[in-house]
């Protein structure tokens, strides 16, 4: 069997998880080499056996060996490493956003299409079991039609400031995952978006431009519902429900837990906090999408997330910022 | 110890479980009178041992034993019936709504205020134990700053068409008590509303000029947000549940089922469904709330919730209404 | 319709709730008469309008008004009365245990059989809503043939020094309800017994020659296993679940709580304690088992449990008795 | 840093298991060689790039290189292979139970004690992070001083007849995890043993000379009873609880399920199954115990589980099989 030969451009946090599964857990791929100028490369390199480590991206796609790439540079370099490595005819893993602009967003997947390339955005909560399963039901009539679906999305805690001066905001760096749910779950269209939003957590993140509490009501093309409350910081770990109600019944998920004990006192029945590390609480789903990714490029299939899906979540994120700002309702077809 | 004779007016659904909670377990007041001018009203007051009958509203509240009127008849009597008790100095317990108009109800207060008389508006869900266990968590400090509430309020199935034309429609026959609740719960008063809505249950409803299905984002005073979703149909049953998200914790109440029973088979793992009826599911809050209101009379304390909170649940109502209708938000202080 | 005319004696703790049930719930009966030597029966009878007091048993039952009697004496009186109630032609409703001597019991059952009237023995946990979800859910089939079936039976506190003396002690005052419920549950009889049991709460427990907490393996006549663990006081309130296993799969039932509230924070995730008050986690099923013995009256069918039911209860709680001291297991049939 | 260098015995099912763990995700180890006879080592060999492959266990053992072995041979194999090589130098890891016969696993420890090299018996349940909680809050005080423990240990499926004609029967190939599980969360010894148990499930397993359900009741040195139920059949997957009940309140811990999807309809509310293969519900425990044993020989610290822990529960295993052929309970001072 052939083994696909990745390249993977930043090893940071995302892209050493991306690194360790390749490795550890597929047979299908192999990591050729990674590209990044941070200074502990070499010891990842030779950690995980990549034979090759290029400190410029650009030297890295012209390698002829490498059949795909993995960007997990910031998110102001996405736009620019698609562009190269699809002109390089290297297919394409992408960490989402793929940009705050959207018409570089419309350029980028131009050029992808051009250039024939396979682009997976990596939408990660998509491959999580617990939404996963959701989606099946609710694909599967379970609950009939779905007519207010609500998403609970809370972070354990803000990230640093500087990220969020540069990473959109709460809704493109953070909301950007459930607007996608929405049209996941729902496999519909958003129409309009309405968002309420305040700081309430740290005065920091409004001086530097965002929110950190919000609430939003998307209207989808078939006038169902989608409500998603977001939150920076839950004390009590991440919180991320989902819940559609239809017209045959209700299914949804709930939190995954540190584990399933529980403690009866005099007080109260106790049980344990939701995970609150992101690797814990969506391990699998990091396993998943990569799994998914490479037998895109094994059996030639369509990549899903795709690059519209992509484009359509950037799209919606935006439209919530200008309903914030503007204290009114957004049609999402303004913005496309 | 005195007994406070009662009044009731209306002995449909509502003032049948009001005469038989009086009747049979309370000993501090006595029913001494019913007025209705339906058929079956003296079989009633027989099985009750009620000792008069009033066919006419007016004659009940002339006889001089009666100390307070449970109103009960439709609500477009509603305020009828509060300013002649008023003026006939009988204190009033009375079914929500008072009115569909905000110039009446304004009125009513007036009148009730003049009168001195108190006024309890029975907004029964105030006196559920789930719901008072949430309240008390909330005022005690136990989830820190609300930030966002969210409440699921959707009904095991729409009422008969007929009632829809003239209650109000969903905002004022049914929301209007998760508005109220919005108030209970976080102790503070909203100052704006955004409501979406549409019809998926039943054409006829649409047809009547309503919705059946909606969702509100109420922004509170201190900036925090309150969530509603509302269906006139939930086919699991009655579905009430609330959540209250802070800077410290969370806390809410989940559904009351049928029973605690459980049972694993190789398909999954099932339990109970939620209660569907609602006398059974606010059995309690009936009885609540009028030792409630009989111990404002016997220790002349002010009303919960008072006419003030009857009216601030109807202005949020017809906010709802507009901002549904203009696709907009709509600030409280342009209605009061 | 004709009403039943009971005569109540013993108006203790639990003569008063089927006192007040019957005056304020039932149609189908009026309490003609209580019986009871102590000073406040009088304004027992008043506050609930029953037209007689009698200080001796044996005159009420000579009352040619009464059709039926309830009860509820002290545990060493329960032979007496039956059998004074069956002579004189009463039918009889009798809280458990009928008698601690299974000699006198039988006799008992005897003359009730020579008198014809009906025997009722008042196990009110079959009649809970709970275990009779769980009863259907076995009889209907729904796990396979029963294979496991696990009784856990916990008070919120031990009674007083003085009624363990004389009750019978933990197997005949307490695991009796669990016994009846093993033959309830399953359908089947016991064969075999075997108990363990130590004081762990209060030494004054053992002084008295009881034990405060036990466990019981109960060998039935298909072979399941009936385990059962007693314990006279569980710190977080009234412990009562049941868990059927068999070929098919699982059922049972979980504890009823105070309210459905929950509570997230840093600590862990808390929510509301059993009931622990024997009138609020069975307050169902008093009502429940007197309605069903009225119904045996008016309809003239076997009254469940019957007065063999009652019988079983106390072989299996006499043979759990003997296997303690013994150390050994104790055939059933070697009672009987 | 130095790392331990393994040879693995038995590559079957748990030998895979633990090479896998030990060449992904262990940095302070490597295995260097495994033994095993079966045709496809040396693909398992080429796999995970094992240097040294030996086919007899005893040339495996004079490899000076190697620090310790990890023993997943047939159970009638254990005691030799510990025996060799503990006299070999090598520290041990292995597979429960050690031998069937107590006087040859008194043998075994014997000659482990002079070797003066550290034994590590494999009860792995002891490292799942549920059971490892409750065992804190037992130790931490949380709910007092236990007096009733209750374990359901159920598989989803019986083993092959051939194995259980050889394993020594449910007591001593599955029962025996809960007897150690006893000891583990109490810290008490076992005093008195008494079990029961029948056929359900499969009449082959009886003509095999061993039953496929239990019930045991164990009784601690403290007094404290423990309560195990076993099935070799869960229709509905993996049945693995524990709860503790203490003079101040009770812990414990439930099933991992699938997933954490909910679904309600019109029959009830529905959610996913209990795990159902051992290693996705116990994945954990196999790297955590052995991370456990590698870091006893880096830190030269004891072994836990130890071999007396492995003596211990097959000591109350072949005591449970006495009490069932007998009848009786059982004194465990009596076997050892």
Known sequence: MKKINIGIVGVGRMGSIHLENLVTKFTNARVLAISDTSPNVEALAEKYQVAKVYSQFESM???????AVVICSPTDLHATH???A????KHIFCEKPMDLSLETVKEVLEIVKIAGVKLFIAFNRRYDPNFQRVEKMVKGG?????QIIKITSRDPGPPPLPYIKVSGGLFLDMAIHDFDMARFISGKE????FSKGTVFIDKGIGDAGDIDTAATILTMEDNSMVIIDNSRKASYGYDQRIEVFGSKGMCGSENMLHDNHFHWDENGIHGALPMDFFMDRYLKSYYNEMDSFLNCLLNNTEPKPSGMDGLMSIAIGLAAKTSLQEGRTVKLSKLL
Chains 1, 2, 3, 4 share one sequence.
């Open 142 to 146: 379970k609950i009939g039609d779905p």
């Open 190 to 193: 958003v129409v309009e978006v």
């Open 86 to 89: 699809a002109k390089a005819g």
């Open 61 to 67: 796609i012209k390698d002829s060996e490498i059949d």
């Open 82 to 84: 698609i562009i190269k």
